[in-house]
């Protein structure tokens, strides 16, 4: 862990410069959370105006405030931000938390303004939190920069967020709960530390054992992905990201492009960063919640204690569409039950004690399950009824799972009459919802964290035996030829050779003369295409015939081909290609698109000429290994298909993830490929390889 | 409207039997709550023991209560309940409510008390509400038979409820959040007033705008489809209903019934019974709290008015997954909002004020906002900061949206420094919500709803031209033959065909020349299948050879398929069919599959060897006309397909809709047909016929 980053949680003195004597300021709130959110180091507040803040020695300047001090927070002007960063500078400080706003969020010349600040901060080996942010708390420390009124209660959830309004809510939230956060982080417009900064800032800290983030767009993307790739083994990573809708959407041409809409490259992201993805404020802190709080099951299966069924079938059914197990109770449990539940109570799963259990059958039922070799998890359910108080249901639930080694969450139905409960659940580790859906979706992030950090390992791994000289010499000829465009298949077709994609033997033919001769040297059966440059989809125009078996077949199919498109052929770039045929097979597709964040996209699903309709696809970013290429298409129909359906041969898989990988470490060798398309890729039976029989490649800038 | 329904609500006079005057006591509480809540008529404790109960005179009996008396709520030992209930009757009630529980869902022993209770109360031709619930409550009477503690004040939610325990704290909730509820039933166990009946009150109440509605199980589904269908064009119809996942799965031996899985009937359902379906209980009362307060929209577009970026891109985000979209504001209303925004505001869409706007920019930028004529909906956010404060901010969305033509809600992000601000919104009648994405959800709903009252007439006509009595002989001769069978493939063309459904013609053959005279009858192509009892899926058997086109052909499929099954025509029952060839087309399936609640449902979508891997299914109850049939092959990629993509010739969707529609009315004439698969249906192009090439169809009960 970088040292410095973690001076910003526990310096060794704190100046705030711009803090005011006026109580309505925000700068005298963060002087006032300092000092009475118990910080133990000194406060310096610099004001040239003031004597005394708070009662604490006010100085004219940074310059003059004495040692021991490490973390400066700016709360002046945007306009006089840069020379207060350059006063911490000369004074030495590393660690600047920049709150003041009226930057980059505010147009064009607050944009101006901040150009300067991060090179200011580099200048003098700063690391800088900011501008435009409500600054860190840490509440294990204590230190809180913030002007937000009141802080969390000690707790292991560390959450960093681009917006400061969402820290303050999430803080009014979890003070109303009583949910406990370790460290917060506002990290602003990030000018410096980012949110892969802030991820690392929360895997460092002894008190975090939830990393949660709130993220408004992570421009560099794979830094990210690398930074949570590299902890999500040793801490759950809960991500929430805003804005999946307003990413940016060019034109574009190919069938991937068109499929790899918003989002995919965040879902891909995340996948391979390990992280949970979560879709709203309340999922994130729910899910958080409970990793925070419980141990990690050792498998999906979970038992539902209530005193209500509806509620309990609604957390059923929600735990059922998040793949989770109802657990089957055994004999001896059900026994046990029997002995410590109400007269007629349903002792299956549900666990249900209708109406009015006493409160203690809380406790002593969840004894009981916890010892069922068949239970993985439980979800204890009450709504409140007029015969058993909330509050003591709330405390036998605690005490019911005490030191537990299986997770035990809690599920209470209400307003105002159970927010004591609520906290008291919380005060007692025990995470509790107020909706049965929101439970079953923080016990499902349990069992989802469980599995992705023992899952095998995501990191690509290189492909061996391409050419890679031979595939820059085309590409560079074809961007010197025509800059941007799409290549023409014969090069294309060349392109994936020289990776290693099996293409059909092929070559270009002006007359049915020529067609016939290379058809000849390749061997029949060949199919033959017409390229031109305004013919984007051949199949659509009667552009290719297939499955020609002799000479004559050729010399008909090129005659229709020329009728159809008269003067085709005597364009400029246009010819016929004759073309091996691939054995037949299942038509899959396998595409590239490039995400501006996330970078190489890999799609692979059904192809063919209906591939939009069906949508079958997922996605991946590229380069993978063979364990990520064979979960890509095993999440396909595609996928289930080539493993043998019904009684049909199985396909080449092994042949296919071989293509995957290659084309992966094509488009990752050379980022002038902006996006890429095998439809279809023919997969073979057993043995008899994966056939890239259309290829389409698109290039947007000269190889490196 | 019934009026004896209305009694429930609006009654001249209410007994409590078993009123007790122990504070502690439930029965207690249902005194209590009359007397306090406000009942303006006459309330009689019932009590052999009790002289008064809160001042108020108890009588020993039911036969001494004077007149007026209307309404009874039972709140006797479940073993004293039917004795109870007949003193109502002689008493000459119509109206009784039985909040006792140890009923069915205390075991067998309650089952069997509870089985009286219906017969009683239709020998006195009573209306019977419970038993095992907590009664009725009318804010508007005022009227509240509950022993929950608080009312909710008045408002224009009605809300039917299965379980009481989720009355109870959709009640607590509602009072912490201040919004208000028109009527609330407890209908308990239903033995005689059911959902349909808590519907149909909820519709005739005056003072509701949404019938809400909490379901555990609808035994009876078809009568509530009905009884919704009647009014949702009138008032909304919010259900949740709990146990979807455990519905009863019975084993299938059919693709449709492998597909139908938990949930697909109850979707088919509520898309026929009009109803706004939602999965959780913040979810249905979040979606009927907009329709509650809020006009209905004119169109999807929407605009976010924020003080922060990342909520509002948060609910853009979950708008834009429900199918909303961004509002384009006019460069006149940009105009506008630039003088009443702060510097530096953002005015498109979102409309993002910053950090700290005054609270009066709400109003303002609200009024400006719904003179757009492009923008239907408006959803204010407001992320409380330390400048602004949230109540200022609550009121002014209040004003701004003071009887506005157009839907605004608010989504307010925090604990409980927004407790106030929430309760202030829902009495200025503005919906608010905690959480952008659940703000979202309910802005959907509105129109969602907009969409459902305006959508044509889904009622089901009859299809003409159908040989009822002809498919019964076959339906009564295959039931007598075996029983509970899936029917031949023979016959089972032939009950295809007497409801006027395209199949080929076919013949039966024993040995090769059989088989190629009836070839010769009908005319080559033809196609050949092995027939045996204990083969199911054929083509996984080699039992199918296609397309054979002269009589060598013929003999020679006919003799490799002996082969295969080595004496497979020598054995009852087994057979070679020989069948006319359907014209080349895309093969869909089309199926039914009978739902114990709901009825026969209908399956489409794209058929063949894959049906079961591609899963591009939907589905619908039948019978239907033409417009549902329309839109259930529009939800598919078979419908896409069908329609004509990348240059293939459209295919013959009218006969697909009359096939549809066919197999509908073919399932609803005869309840014997418990699954039926029409796979492939092959579809030739426009005029060529929709081809059932291969029925299958099972009976489970002689026809009727």
């Not at 006010?58 to 700016?74: G, M």
């Not at 031109?532 to 199949?539: E, I, L, S």
């Not at 199919?557 to 498109?565: D, L």
């Not at 996605?619 to 009684?647: C, M, Q, S, W, Y």
């Amino acid at each position: 862990m970088d040292r410095q980053l973690e001076t910003f949680f526990n310096p060794q003195g704190v100046a705030v410069i711009g803090a005011s004597s006026n109580p309505a300021k925000l700068s005298y709130g963060v002087v006032h959370n300092l000092k009475e959110h118990g910080y133990p180091g000194p406060i310096y507040p610099v004001n040239p105006g003031a004597g005394e803040i708070l009662r604490l020695k006010a100085y004219p300047s940074i310059a003059e405030v004495p040692d021991p001090i490490e973390l400066a927070v700016i709360m002046v002007g945007a306009a006089q931000v840069a020379e207060t960063l350059e006063a911490c500078g000369r004074r030495g400080l590393k660690n600047v938390i920049v709150i003041s706003g009226g930057f980059k969020e505010a147009g064009p010349d607050g944009a101006e303004l901040e150009r300067s600040l991060p090179t200011i901060a580099a200048r003098y080996h700063m690391r800088l939190i900011g501008p435009n942010c409500v600054g860190v708390m840490d509440t294990h420390t204590p230190l809180d920069t913030t002007f937000i009124t009141a802080m969390p209660v000690p707790g292991a959830i560390g959450f960093a967020s681009h917006s400061g309004a969402v820290c303050g809510g999430t803080i009014d939230w979890a003070i109303d709960v009583g949910l406990g956060f370790s460290r917060i982080a506002s990290l602003g417009n990030q000018v410096d530390v980012d949110l892969a900064d802030g991820l690392r800032m929360l895997y460092a800290d002894p008190h975090t054992r939830v990393i949660s983030l709130y993220a408004e767009g992570l421009p560099d993307g794979r830094r990210f992905v690398e930074a949570a790739a590299e902890v999500y083994r040793q801490k759950p990573v809960v991500v929430l990201k805003a804005g999946r809708t307003s990413a940016g959407t060019r034109a574009v041409a190919s069938h991937t492009g068109a499929l790899a809409g918003a989002g995919r490259a965040y879902q891909a992201a995340c996948h391979r960063a390990g992280v949970i993805v979560v879709n709203s404020l309340q999922e994130q802190n729910d899910v958080a919640a409970a990793l925070a709080l419980q141990p990690l099951p050792q498998g999906p299966r979970i038992v539902l204690l209530t005193n209500a069924g509806g509620p309990a079938a609604l957390s059923a059914d929600a735990l059922d569409e998040f793949g989770m197990k109802m657990a089957d109770l055994t004999p001896q449990t059900q026994d046990r039950l029997r002995a410590v539940t109400p007269r007629g109570a349903l002792v299956g799963n549900p666990v249900d004690m209708l109406g009015g259990p006493q409160a203690e059958m809380y406790t002593k039922t969840l004894r009981v399950l916890l010892q069922d070799p068949g239970v993985d998890m439980i979800l204890a359910l009450f709504v409140p009824q007029a015969i058993t108080p909330v509050d003591d249901v709330a405390a036998a639930i605690v005490l019911g799972a005490k030191d537990a080694p299986k997770p035990v969450a809690a599920c209470l139905v209400g307003g105002h009459s159970i927010a004591n409960a609520v906290r008291r659940l919380h005060a007692g580790g025990v995470p509790v919802y107020t909706d049965p859906n929101r439970a079953a979706r923080a016990l499902a992030g349990l069992w989802e964290y469980a599995q992705l950090r023992t899952r095998p390992d995501l990191t690509p791994t290189p492909v061996a035996n391409v050419n890679r000289e031979q595939a820059r010499r085309l590409l560079a000829a074809a961007w010197e030829a025509k800059g941007r465009h799409f290549l023409d298949a014969e090069t294309a077709a060349q392109v994936a050779a020289a990776y290693g994609i099996r293409v059909p033997r092929s070559g270009l033919a002006q007359t049915a003369d020529q067609a016939v001769a290379l058809a000849e040297s390749f061997g029949y059966p060949v199919v033959v295409k017409l390229i031109a440059a305004d013919v984007v989809h051949k199949a659509d125009v009667g552009g290719i015939a297939l499955n020609l078996g002799h000479a004559d077949a050729m010399r008909a199919a090129f005659a229709r081909m020329v009728g159809f498109h008269a003067g085709a052929l005597s364009r400029p770039g246009s010819a016929a290609m004759v073309q091996q045929m691939a054995p037949a097979g299942q038509e899959v597709i396998l595409g590239m698109q490039r995400d501006p964040q996330f970078g190489p996209l890999l799609m692979f699903g059904l192809g063919g000429l209906y591939v939009e309709v069906l949508r079958d696809v997922s996605f991946r970013l590229a380069p993978l290994n063979e364990h990520d290429a064979e979960t890509l298409i095993a999440e396909t129909a595609a996928g289930k298909i080539l493993k043998g359906v019904r009684g049909q041969p199985p396909g080449d898989l092994a042949a296919v993830v071989d293509t995957l990988r290659r084309v992966g470490q094509l488009v990752s060798d050379f980022p002038c490929l902006a996006e890429l398309d095998l439809n279809p890729l023919i997969v073979g039976p057993l043995g008899q390889g994966a056939w890239a029989v259309d290829a389409r490649m698109a290039v947007d800038q000269p190889p490196r």
